[in-house]
Structures are given as C-alpha cells and as structure tokens.
C-alpha cells in the first residue's frame, strides 16, 4: 500500500512539473514573434497604466486563451518608459523584468525577453540578444534562474510587442491585473 501511494505522489509531482513547463509554453509563437502574423507599422507610445487598464479579450475556456492567435492589439510595436525595479530567469530561459510606472510605482507590469536560442525562427533574434546584453550589463548581480530579485530602480526605454498573458492570480502581485505584458521585448535604452 505504502508504495502505491509513493508512486502516485510521485507521477501527481511529475505531472504538476509537465503543467507547469507547457504553461510557460502556451501560445509561444506569440510571446516570441515566431509567429508570421504582420505587424502594425510604427510605435505606439503608451504606458504601463495605460497597458493596466485596457480591457483583456474574453478568452471564455482556459484552452482557447492558450491556443489563441495574435490578437489586434498584440501586433502593435509599443515603446515605454518606466522603471525596472525586479529581475529574474524564467525557467524558459526569458529574462523577466518588472517595471513600474514613471507616475505611480505601485503600477507594475511584466516585461520579458525570450531566450534568443529558443526563437530560431524569429526576426528579432539579434535584437533579443542585443537587449538581453544591455540587461546582463546592468543587472548581472540580480539575475538568477527561478525567482525575481529586487533591484534599485533604474528608468528606462523598452520597445516590444504588447501581449495577452492569463492572469496568474494575486500571489503575482508585479503583474498587471488585466494579464497585459510587453513580450517579447526587443530593445532597452537607460534614460540618462
């Protein structure tokens, strides 16, 4: 009996990890431009609360958000200032940053750069590994797989596509409440 319960808490922990590795999966065209859905001309300017208050599509069935094409307003190239203020590696190998807005600090949102070796056939692949380096320069002590670490603010200029993300409950209070990221980001600039 003992070991039929040992086996079972041992697949319900291996299944647990699969979900929560395809979760980071989802939509992944998408979140690494791989997709070929083109994008608008231009740059939008925006906010991160002006990214925080739009209104999020109703993807009805958790299935449906994660097989879900691009949506309009995630083909619009948008640049923003903020201030960084967490960093981390995603287990995808993303570089995740949370940035603050320049007016309210409390108003934060997601901000990831995809793993340059896991978007082969993307057309932001060198500009990936060119914001990924401005990171590292910056924030080299801060950054660590698994978990965000907080960092001194510091404004910025970050350009990237805006993206739908699911809302990933309280516990992640740096994201915006409406599920909106900048993913993937493609180019960062310090604001001297």
Known sequence: MKIIVAALLILSVNETALAQENDHRQRW????????????????????????????????RK???????????????????????????????????VLADTCCKDSTMTIEIPDPDSSTSSEFIESYRKARLVVYTLWKQALSKGHL?????????????????????????DAAPNGREIHPMFEVRRCK
């Open 29 to 60: 065209e998408v979140k690494t431009r791989m997709d070929t859905v083109p994008l608008h001309a231009g740059l939008d300017s925006t906010s991160v609360i002006l990214q925080r208050s739009l209104h999020k599509p109703d993807w009805g």
């Open 63 to 97: 299935a449906r958000w994660a097989h879900a094409h691009r949506q309009e307003d995630e083909k619009d190239t948008l640049i923003l200032c903020g201030n960084v203020v967490k960093i981390g590696l995603e287990p995808d190998g993303d570089y995740h940053l």
């Open 149 to 173: 670490k907080s960092v001194a603010p510091m404004r910025v200029v970050i350009v990237g596509l805006g993206f739908w993300d699911k809302t990933h409950g309280p516990k992640t209070n």
